[in-house]
């Protein structure tokens, strides 16, 4: 059996800018996937506030599940008004969602701070 590689660490909720901020560390694959998936249903399923942010300077890999997966928290957070970022992406998942037009949807601003200016 695979060992799940991917690590997912939901920070406090910050009420002061209304944010949730979540740290991704190693593969976003299907394995990894399958591992985190009721943390991020159970942060799909609560989040009210203004913006939800994926720091992403420890993701190693993402595949078309892990894309998949956000581009649907993407929509939910959107779909309630909310603003969704991705921060701090390595080259190499950056290109991936270079190559898949997805940076001309989703907020990815230098910093999580930067966040906070969006609207």
């Not at 581009?71 to 992406?89: E, M, Q, R, S």
Request: aromatic share 12%; glycine share 8%; proline share 3%.
């Amino acid at each position: 059996m695979f060992e799940p590689k991917l690590h997912v660490t939901v920070e406090p909720y910050d009420t002061a800018h209304q944010a949730q901020v979540v740290r991704l560390s190693g593969d976003f694959d299907k394995i990894g996937l399958e591992h985190v998936r009721d943390t991020f249903t159970s942060l799909s399923e609560t989040f009210a506030g203004k913006y939800l942010i994926f720091d992403c300077e420890q993701l190693q890999f993402i595949n078309s599940e892990g894309i998949g997966f956000l581009v649907g928290l993407y929509t939910h957070v959107k779909n309630k008004g909310g603003i969704f970022c991705l921060v701090k992406a390595r080259d190499h998942v950056r290109d991936v969602f270079e190559a898949l037009g997805l940076w001309n949807i989703i907020q990815h601003p230098d910093s999580i701070e930067a966040c906070y200016n969006l609207s």
